[in-house]
């Protein structure tokens, strides 16, 4: 499958590329520094840069700690997902599209709503259906029948503004007419992909918590391979 990912430089994005080139997908990744992909492969006898950029240079890459893949597997393309060109040109012959963007500490204000319009934009125009998007369960707190009171007063008010990008993202994809997944991650912690979880429409499983963003990678990769939860909102807990 051609797979275009953004948030590949990412905790949960560099687990989505893990999944992809060790299920032997061609994957075009954007990337504002390409350093930060880490992709390598075992070239006879030593380490050699793996990714390539959009005119098929070898891509420089910081760690040499990243899976070993075959030549030519990764296109990296090197640009910002806030401009158009770029989201296009990773989008242009993808057969799916996943994003694990994040707002990094807010240094883009309104981040995943601009995401979501540039690569709803650019799938519509490129003819690719397929989107996996990361969103967050806590931006539908109010919503959830499960959440106590004080959690919805307190949760909102601490995180308006990102919550606000994360349902802007929603809307806009959810109004694209496309094949899409909204992924509802709970808390993220770090951790092992373990591949067990609950999931449940809409909003966290009762009692769930927190979810590894391995984990995430894994179902995203997982909705992907098997084509469920189609315009659906699946919230992940353990
Ligand atoms: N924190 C939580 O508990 C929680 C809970 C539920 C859901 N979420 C959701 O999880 C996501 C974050 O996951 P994560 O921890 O994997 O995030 P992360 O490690 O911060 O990764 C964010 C990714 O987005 C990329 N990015 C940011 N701004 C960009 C731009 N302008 N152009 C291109 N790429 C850009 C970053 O690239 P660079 O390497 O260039 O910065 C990086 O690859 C968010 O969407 C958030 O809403 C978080």
Known sequence: ???????????????V?????????????????????GILARDPGELTVLASDSAGLAVPCREPAGPAVPAGAVTV???DVTDPAAVREVVD????????????GARTPGLLGTAARNITTAMTASGARRLVCVSAAGAFIQADPDA?????????????????????????VAAS????TMVRATRLVDGARTGRYRV????????GRKISRADVAGFMGAVVTEGNWVRARPALAY
């Open 177 to 180: 007419g496309l094949d899409w």
């Open 200 to 207: 449940r429409p809409d909003f966290p499983p009762a009692g």
């Open 1 to 15: 499958m051609r797979i275009a990912l953004f948030g590949g430089t990412g905790r949960i994005g560099s687990h």
């Open 17 to 37: 590329l893990g999944w992809a080139l060790e299920g032997g997908h061609q994957v075009t990744v954007l990337a504002r520094d390409p350093r930060e992909l």
């Open 77 to 79: 393309v090197t640009g």
């Open 93 to 104: 012959g993808a057969d799916a599209v996943l994003s694990a963007l994040g707002p990094r």
């Open 148 to 172: 106590g009171a004080l959690v919805k007063m307190i949760v909102p008010r601490i995180w308006a503004t990102p919550f606000a990008d994360v349902r802007d993202m929603e809307a806009v």
